[in-house]
């Protein structure tokens, strides 16, 4: 095998010598339009969490802003862990068993809205986490496999789309609940509609990549020997690096803005509006992205896209004190950052072949997790020591954030580079 990729174009979708017939379940296809239904609910009842969490930890369990990235932080390890996993369970046991296993474990999540004793919260968050790794492995797996590749840019944005449109409208809706609802309340409702998406998935979803058969020898699950190939690769060293950089900047953002729109709004409830502005228009920037991407290639939109994060982080840190401000940079962050995530499928199918695409979905989502990891803990960590007047401006994370999202742009850039020239 070749370290630095070249030399396996012949396995490469994207080159001409494997252009291949779109298999049977396409973009808008049945099975395709079942997995954004799947995803658009799941987003839907799990949106609670996404927007309120970090508030829930700063008003009802009073506690500071890095207890609350330690959690998330040990949430999102988890997550990393097991989609490296997920990605080969997904070779040996399926894409939908996988994915049940994956909204297994989600269905949990509106219980931490339940029980304030941080034990239980571990305990909760520790199988949210594990569940995490294969859902997205198994659900990515399905839309990389699901149609055309010209097309893959269009069905990525839908594929986030259906998501990321489920947490918006389930933060509005949060947000109107909250004024009559406790957490309690909002966590069992929340539990509830998860268990209608499993059951919801065990019937509708189709088989996707069939495992292997009883009768068959299953290999071993040979973790380093499946992945070791592809941390070899040069183009892979530049996606991981994009993808690290950018999503670390992310992950101080899903943290610092939930808790600076409540505080400078003075208001639990103007997090979730937030969430569901920021979103909404999310949606949007998912559609064009995908749109842009298939048309025109992938230089321009994903560096449009990654010089967007940049410039939002900027700002963010400019006018970090005005609601007005948070409203719009913040929701310029979260749109252009969703529009790089949904270019990143095609960079995967670009980058892998067909034996490597299942691996390096696990792969990516490790490496999402890392940097969502380290991004919230080092922004739970910079504003406990902003709130403390340890002397640091309160703009500080996000222009160090700004800095992050700047490397990941260099090697967004790079590795587009060297992939067009590769299909010279």
């Not at 059951?199 to 020898?217: E, I, R």
């Not at 941390?231 to 943290?255: D, E, K, P």
Request: charged fraction near 10%.
């Amino acid at each position: 095998m070749v370290a630095e990729g070249e030399g396996k174009q012949a396995d490469n979708p994207e080159h001409p010598a494997s252009q291949q017939k779109a298999p049977p379940h396409s973009v808008l296809g049945g099975a395709f339009l079942i997995l954004c239904l799947i995803s658009f609910l799941s987003g839907f009842a799990t949106s609670p969490f996404n927007a309120l969490f970090p508030v829930y930890v700063d008003t009802d369990l009073e506690r500071v802003p890095l207890f609350t990235g330690s959690l998330r932080s040990l949430m999102l390890i988890l997550g990393g862990i097991f989609a490296v996993i997920g990605g080969r369970l997904c070779d040996l046991l399926g894409l939908k068993t996988t994915l049940l296993l994956g909204l297994g474990g989600t269905v949990l999540t509106g219980l931490v809205f339940c029980s304030a004793n941080p034990w239980i919260l571990v305990l909760l968050i520790f199988f949210i986490g594990g569940a995490a790794g294969p859902l997205s492995t198994a659900g990515q797996s399905y839309l990389i496999g699901s149609g055309h590749i010209e097309r893959l840019g269009l069905g990525s944005a839908l594929y986030f789309l259906s998501m990321t449109s489920g947490n918006a409208l389930g933060g509005l809706l949060t947000g109107l609940l909250k004024e009559q609802w406790s957490f309690p309340e909002i966590g069992t409702a929340m539990t509830a509609a998860m268990v209608g998406v499993f059951f919801l998935a065990l019937f509708l979803m189709p088989a996707g990549t069939a495992p292997m058969p009883p009768t068959a020898k299953r290999p071993p699950l040979a973790l380093w020997a499946a992945y070791k190939p592809l941390l070899l690769q040069r183009n892979v060293h530049l996606l991981i690096g994009m993808r690290y950089m950018i999503t670390s900047f992310w992950g101080m953002a899903t943290l610092l803005l939930p808790l600076l729109v409540s505080r400078v709004g003075d208001s639990v409830s103007m997090a979730a509006y937030f969430a569901a502005v920021s979103l909404s228009v999310a949606a949007g920037c998912q559609l064009l992205a995908g749109f842009l991407g298939d048309r025109y290639g992938r230089f321009w939109p994903l560096m449009i896209s990654a010089g967007g994060v940049v410039l939002s982080g900027f700002c963010l840190g400019m006018w970090w004190d005005s609601l007005t401000g948070l409203f719009v940079f913040g929701t310029a962050l979260t749109g252009t950052a969703w529009a790089v995530s949904t270019l990143v499928p095609g960079l995967i199918n670009a980058v892998a072949t067909s034996e490597e695409k299942n691996r390096l979905v696990g792969l990516g989502h490790t490496i999402w997790s890392s940097a969502m990891v380290s991004g919230s803990i080092l922004g739970g960590l910079l504003q406990t020591l902003v709130d403390e007047g340890r002397g640091l401006h309160p703009g500080t994370p996000f222009f160090i954030g700004t800095a992050l999202a700047t490397g990941g742009s260099v090697c967004a850039g790079w590795l587009c580079n060297r992939l067009d020239k590769q299909k010279v």
